[in-house]
C-alpha cells in the first residue's frame, strides 16, 4: 500500500504564495507520474498539474503561468509552487501518484488525505 503524505496548505491573502509537499515513503518499481488535483466545495474533482517521469509538466489553464509543479524522485516528492494565489484557488489539494510497485502490475493511482488552501483577505 502507498501512502502519499501531503503538507503546506493554509491561508494565504489574494497575491500571496503557498508551497505544497507531498511524499511518497517506500520503495517502488516506479513512479510514472504525480501530480496536484483540487476540489472546492460544491464543485467536481479537478486537475491542478502533473509531471511525468519526473520532466514532462501538465497544468490546467485555470493555473498555467501562476503554478509551477516540480519533482525530486531521490525522494519521491512532488511539490506545487503556488503563486499570485487568487480566492477561486480556495479548494482541498489532494496529491495523485501513478505508482508501479511491480514489474508484474501497471501502474495504480494512489491519492494523499488532501490539505486545505483557503484564499482570502
Known amino acids: 500500500q502507498v501512502q502519499l503524505v501531503e503538507s503546506g496548505g493554509g491561508l494565504v491573502q489574494p497575491g500571496g504564495s503557498l508551497r505544497l509537499s507531498c511524499a511518497a515513503p517506500g520503495t517502488f518499481f516506479s513512479i510514472n507520474a504525480m501530480g496536484w488535483y483540487r476540489q472546492a466545495p460544491g464543485k467536481e474533482r479537478e486537475f491542478v498539474a502533473d509531471?511525468?517521469?519526473?520532466?514532462?509538466?501538465n497544468y490546467g489553464g485555470s493555473v498555467r503561468d501562476r503554478f509551477t509543479i516540480s519533482r525530486d524522485n531521490a525522494k519521491n516528492t512532488v511539490y506545487l509552487q503556488m503563486n499570485s494565489l487568487k480566492p477561486e484557488d480556495t479548494a482541498v489539494y489532494y496529491c495523485?501518484?501513478?505508482?508501479?510497485?511491480?514489474?508484474?502490475?501497471?501502474?495504480?493511482?494512489?491519492w494523499g488525505q488532501g490539505t486545505q488552501v483557503t484564499v482570502s483577505s
Open positions: 509531471i511525468i517521469s519526473g520532466e514532462s509538466t
Open positions: 495523485n501518484a501513478k505508482v508501479r510497485a511491480n514489474p508484474i502490475f501497471g501502474a495504480a493511482d494512489y
